[in-house]
């Protein structure tokens, strides 16, 4: 009985690798090269969270029967070159993934790369709340060096009072490891808003903010 219900598990499972499997299969053949775990989903109307069809699919990636690349926290699959561009029914397609001789081509880095570019326009690139995060790091991080510096300044010097500029170090450290609070964790939840959709990426259509206001002030006295 029980070597029934597994072999009968197995089954269903194959079949489902081999759903996904036509879907990449069929997209490809119609242009697309590749998908985001989304719109596999949509595609197939399944009712996965984006971590049990990532799961599903990443167990495929692992046999070499699909490509996989990580692009802007997204994941993206394809289906390789080699192998069949006929029309098949599921079953026959479950032939194929069991066929030995069958090895799915080996992408570069470059060429995932390069579909990923495709697909998402804007891989590599970093919207408002990213900038304003990197801003707010980058500003701590400078904090950082003038506050050690002013510190080690202050063991030489025994004294800050004794120095103005160690002084003045301290001052504009502090202030710049303080001051990166905000910008960062204003980076941190509008990235987390912007992903959920409640706000633009680009609050500022695309500028910084006292630029945009510069703008925006400069077009209202005209």
């Known amino acids: 009985m029980s070597d029934s219900t597994s072999v009968g598990n197995d089954e269903e499972k194959r079949a489902s690798d081999a759903e996904l499997l036509e879907i990449l299969r069929r997209t490809k053949e ?17 009712d996965y969270s984006n971590q049990g069809l990532n799961e599903r699919l990443m167990k495929l990636h692992e046999e070499e029967l699909i490509g996989h690349q990580k692009a802007s926290e997204r994941h993206i699959w394809w289906f390789p070159d080699q192998g069949t561009t006929q029309e098949v029914d599921l079953p026959s397609l479950e032939e194929l993934i069991d066929y030995e001789e069958l ?39 400078f904090g950082v060096v ?22 003045m170090l301290l001052v504009v450290g502090t202030t710049a490891i303080m001051g990166c609070v905000p910008f960062i964790a204003a980076g941190v939840l509008g990235q ?20 945009y206001l510069f703008r925006r002030i400069y077009r209202n006295i005209r």
């Open 192 to 211: 987390e808003a912007a992903i959920r959709g409640h706000v633009s990426e680009e609050p500022f259509e695309g500028e910084n903010l006292i630029p």
């Open 103 to 141: 090895e799915p081509e080996r992408f570069s880095q470059a060429k995932a790369e390069e579909i990923a570019e495709e697909l998402l326009p804007d891989y590599g690139s970093s919207n408002w709340w990213q900038r304003l995060y990197s801003f707010g790091s980058a500003m701590f991080y």
């Open 146 to 167: 003038l506050f050690a510096l002013s510190f080690a300044l202050l063991i030489v010097e025994w004294v800050a009072s004794t120095s103005p500029l160690v002084g």
């Open 30 to 46: 119609e242009g697309i090269p590749s998908l985001t775990t989304a719109q596999i989903d949509d595609v197939g109307g399944y």
